[in-house]
């Protein structure tokens, strides 16, 4: 009788050993869970904040500045996004990336180049903002959707194209009035543009 109830007590002391044992194997594995998502969490959360700083060309008249642009023309802003590019000529390593905002332009008129109205083409403006990363350039100017502007561009064969420079490059268009930065001292209007086209054309 003794000896039966030695085994039980044996028996359970085991059994109470094995429960005890899993419930800490199970305690371990929520908390190892808990620690994994907060650092997925976490990671989440951070973002690189880079800043720069750059210099461009200026020109010294608004005829210039037409001349040297490859394309000049009229278009609405209808999409958005940053996107990490090498737009560097030359040989270059493909991973030597950098952040920049790309707007998608819907043409209404071409004043100068080959594209055509209702055409659509990509302006990349240095900088711009994602999950992971932030690139804040001092000289950069944002363009707004749905807003329409007069563009001095340069065109590139395997990337989008760029404005002369961030001044004096971009008019926003006002119902009939054209909008310049303010540090950009060239006025413009419709009317000065179309005889821009007009010599442009005769040439």
């Not at 899993?22 to 904040?49: F, M, R, W």
């Not at 210039?64 to 996107?83: C, S």
């Amino acid at each position: 009788m003794k000896i039966k109830k030695s085994i039980t007590i044996l028996l359970t002391a085991i059994l109470m050993i094995v429960i005890l044992v899993s419930g800490i194997a199970i305690y371990t594995n929520l908390i190892a869970s808990n620690e994994e998502d907060e650092l997925v969490s976490n990671a989440g959360n951070e973002k690189t904040i880079l800043y720069a700083t750059g210099d461009f060309p200026y020109y010294e008249s608004i005829d210039e500045l037409y001349n040297k642009a490859d394309l000049v023309i009229e278009g609405k802003v209808i999409d958005v996004r940053a996107e990490l590019l090498n737009d560097r000529i030359g040989v270059s390593d493909p991973e030597d990336k950098e952040l920049y905002t790309i707007y998608t332009i819907d043409v209404k008129k071409t004043y100068k180049g080959n594209i055509q109205k209702n055409d659509t083409l990509e302006v990349k403006v240095y900088g711009g903002d994602t999950n992971t990363m932030k690139l804040i350039y001092s000289e950069a100017v944002y363009l707004d959707v749905n807003e329409k502007y007069i563009l001095f561009l340069n065109t590139y064969e395997n990337s989008p194209a760029c404005m002369l420079n961030n001044i004096q490059a971009h008019y926003k268009i006002d119902d009939t009035k054209l909008i310049k930065e303010i540090d950009n001292n060239f006025e413009l209007d419709f009317e000065k543009l179309e005889k821009l086209k007009t010599m442009n054309d005769k040439k």
